[in-house]
């Protein structure tokens, strides 16, 4: 009987791209689309990156997979400072995940690597969010060189979305004059997320592939060949989760994963853990700013590299701001009395909200308009009629999201309708 397998053949380095030349178990080829180049682009020559560095990206978007199914995972080569942590990597996914069983195995030979002299003490992965900025000032006398990969946020197709947040790095790091690594990566187009992909490895458990298992060491690993080449000590990630949230979420970005990818001479470092969205916004607004104020990109819905501004993590963020006495104007939102007023019928009507982020975000955003006093606070004391112990319960919501329920499957039954004929 075929044991699982995943095998990683060849790093093949092409000037500043290598392509990953690998092959599976047929038992695993569901998982993954296998015509899609696995591929990475950096800005640099990757010919005197050794493959044992190199390789790190690829094994770190598979990981998961090899422990979730128990198979084999054979390189012929990875860096031994990685190497000697990645039980320890397990052990986070494990903590987390209590209920899932995680084994399998990785064939290679480790190698020690002599970094070269530090160029650039840090890196910082940059989205241009709330949690990057924050990372990003808090260790901005470190001067940190940014890393943006193109392909996570913004999908390597949309190349009109990615000029902009491109355009938009380049000025950062000009205004404060930091190095800037863009990153193009074909790594979320690696494995198949559909249903007959990935999801069946997490049948019958309320999590999601992407963000419960794989993005945090995923984007964490792009910067592996960077570090080596500037001989980096260091590498942040910003939070996205507080410790005040610890044990009600789930994330593959978290301190019991992350602080533990090292690669060469680098450690990851998870930042901004001991602080709650609320206090990154408030430090955000309150950052004594030498330049303008920065254009926060939060937004779930657009593919333009701009926030849509009526999405709820949009809206969630504008209310963050207001609540600190900031203008969203001023951080990349459109903000005016018509915004105010849609905002209030998607909370009343149409909105629906798990309970952690009621707690975790809305609670704080009215506390902090009371204890801001903010300016034309009577604007939004509708957020304070609203019932947030039956926020999704409101009939109003019912009937709407009945309707919605109704016009799609009539949507639905009409398309099959029209393609049968």
């Known amino acids: 009987m075929e044991s699982n397998y995943i095998r990683l053949n060849l790093c093949e380095k092409v000037n500043n791209k290598v392509i990953y030349h690998y092959e599976v178990s047929d038992s695993l080829k569901h998982f993954f689309n296998l015509n899609e180049e696995a591929f990475i682009e950096y800005t640099f020559e990757l010919t005197n990156i050794p493959d044992s560095i190199i390789a790190i990206p690829f094994v770190c978007n598979v990981l998961p997979i090899i422990w979730l199914t128990n198979s084999t995972l054979e390189v012929h080569t990875l860096d031994k400072n990685f190497l000697s942590h990645v ?84 000025k950062v790091a000009e205004q404060l004059s930091l190095t800037y690594f863009p990153i193009k990566s074909s790594f979320r187009r690696l494995l198949n997320f559909g249903e007959q992909g990935v999801s069946l490895l997490l049948e019958n458990t309320p999590y999601e592939y992407w963000h419960d298992f794989q993005h945090g060491i995923a984007i964490i690993s792009h910067g592996a060949p960077i570090a080596y080449a500037y001989g980096m000590e260091k ?37 901004g853990y001991e602080l709650t969205r609320q206090d990154k916004i408030a430090y955000l607004v309150n950052y004594p700013y030498s330049t303008e104020k920065p254009n926060v990109h939060v937004c779930w819905i657009s593919s ?118």
């Open 235 to 271: 590498v942040y990630i910003a939070s996205s989760f507080s410790e005040q949230q610890k044990g009600t979420y789930v994330c593959a970005s978290d301190p019991t994963i992350d602080n533990y990818v090292y690669f060469g001479n680098t450690q990851t470092i998870h930042d």
């Open 304 to 421: 333009g590299g701009k926030n849509c501004c009526q999405c709820e993590k949009c809206y969630r963020t504008i209310l963050e701001i207001v609540s600190e006495g900031g203008n969203p104007n001023e951080f990349g939102f459109i903000w005016n009395d018509a915004s105010i007023k849609k905002c209030k019928r998607k909370h009343m009507i149409e909105m629906l909200l798990p309970q952690y982020r009621i707690t975790s975000y809305y609670y704080p955003i009215m506390n902090r308009m009371k204890e801001n006093n903010i300016k034309d606070i009577d604007k939004y004391e509708w957020l304070f009629r609203i019932n947030w112990d039956k926020f999704n319960d409101y009939p109003c919501k019912k009937m709407y999201h009945c309707i919605i329920s109704l016009l799609k499957s009539i949507k639905r039954g009409l398309k099959k309708f029209i393609y049968s004929k």
């Open 87 to 170: 039980d320890e990597i397990k052990q986070g996914y494990m903590q987390m995940y209590p209920s899932l069983c995680f084994q399998g195995n990785i064939k290679t030979m480790p190698e020690s690597n002599y970094v070269p002299e530090s160029k650039i003490n840090a890196g910082c992965f940059f989205s241009g969010g709330v949690d990057a900025y924050t990372t990003l000032y808090r260790h901005v006398d470190e001067a940190p060189a940014l890393l943006t990969i193109w392909g996570a946020d913004i999908d390597i197709s949309d190349t009109n979305g990615w000029q902009i947040i491109d355009s938009f790095n380049k």
